[in-house]
């Protein structure tokens, strides 16, 4: 039932790129991305609320395929400040108004 | 500042110790959240609210509780705590009446039941 992201984890050298999957066995109608650094809050990236949609902030973007249940996070030339753990979540979508985290992806900038 | 507000930020208790983690947020947000992060389980929903007086159970409310008797205000009550509480919390709100926003997040609570 919780969204599973792919890759785990990555490393990546700084200026490289990476992505990001999130995917649901479910239907779903919303996606945010988030980050969050080791012992701080997630900070929310974006949302996307429809299928197909595409958004961008700064050099960070994402897609929503609503038909594949699915969303991916794109991160192009990489930055070390972009180092932590990313995280989508969407609503459950099953009557009520829960919320759920997928499984998380570990990313590394080295420099 | 828009700000959620978390406390405390650590706490250490006994099993059974009745304790109250604050979450206040001053941005007339409708939609509040509780979730706990664990190693390995990521970050899990305990409780939500749509609104003052409206709360509902996410997907490990067990051994909790909460209210919302102001809109601002979302408190997270562990009656009994027990060692398997002992996790990162984290208090969350949102615009509108659900999560279909912008989401803020408090700085986190990190709590120990010996």
């Known amino acids: 039932q919780q969204p599973v992201q792919s890759p785990q984890a990555v490393i990546l050298r700084e200026g490289e790129d990476a992505v990001i999957n999130c995917s649901s066995s479910k239907a779903l109608y919303s996606v945010h991305w988030y980050r969050q650094k080791h012992g701080e809050a997630p900070v929310f990236l974006m949302i996307l609320l429809k299928g197909g949609e595409q958004k961008g902030h700064d050099k960070i973007s994402a897609s929503f395929n609503e038909k594949k249940q699915q969303s991916s996070l794109y991160l192009t030339a990489s930055q070390l400040s972009y180092s932590g753990t990313y995280f989508c979540?969407?609503?459950?979508?099953?009557?009520?108004?829960?919320?759920?985290f997928g499984t998380g992806t570990r990313l590394k900038v080295l420099a | 500042e828009a700000q959620v507000t978390q406390n405390p930020r650590y706490l250490i208790t006994v099993t059974g110790k009745k304790l109250t983690v604050t979450c206040s947020q001053n941005m007339n947000h409708e939609y509040m959240s509780w979730y706990r992060q664990d190693p390995g389980l990521g970050l899990r929903q305990i409780y939500y609210?749509?609104?003052?007086?409206?709360?509902d159970k996410g997907d490990v409310p067990e051994g909790y509780k909460v209210s919302r008797k102001e809109k601002r205000n979302f408190p997270l009550i562990l009656e009994s705590p027990s060692p398997n509480q002992t996790s990162l919390y984290f208090c969350?709100?949102?615009?509108?009446?659900?999560?279909?926003?912008?989401?803020?997040f408090g700085q986190g609570t990190r709590l120990t039941v010996v």
């Open positions: 609210s749509m609104n003052v007086e409206v709360t």
């Open positions: 969350a709100s949102s615009p509108g009446g659900r999560m279909n926003t912008e989401a803020f």
């Open positions: 979540g969407t609503e459950m979508n099953s009557g009520t108004y829960k919320y759920i």
